[in-house]
């Protein structure tokens, strides 16, 4: 992540800002799914209401551009398999900056 200077503001993240991906990204910030932690994919979904469809792809992009991980684990039937999701350190790290250029915007500063 590129450093910035002193008296810049912080920059909104275009990977998470469309509002699923900023749901998906604070439902796993709040939950602690960080840092080796993970939060299982119903949970999330129960969290964003988001359909399947939609949180399985907004979850691809987020995972292509390395802000989070996904683990699959399998079960006896594919009906009992887990899929966990993580946001990755530099996805937090996004995150937080992106939040906080939120504050700023809304601050005025």
Not at 45 to 55: R, V, Y
């Amino acid at each position: 992540m590129p450093s910035k200077a002193p008296n810049q503001s912080p920059e909104l993240d275009p990977v998470i800002h469309p509002i699923n991906r900023l749901r998906i990204c604070a439902a796993l910030y709040s939950a602690g799914a960080t840092a080796g932690r993970q939060m299982r994919y119903s949970k999330l979904a129960e969290f964003t209401e988001l359909p399947a469809d939609t949180l399985s792809k907004q979850l691809k992009y987020l995972e292509d551009h390395g802000h989070i991980s996904r683990t699959r684990e399998y079960g006896s039937t594919r009906a009992k398999d887990a899929v966990w999701v993580a946001l990755t350190e530099a996805g937090a790290q996004a995150y937080v900056q992106h939040v906080e250029a939120l504050k700023a915007m809304t601050e005025g500063l």
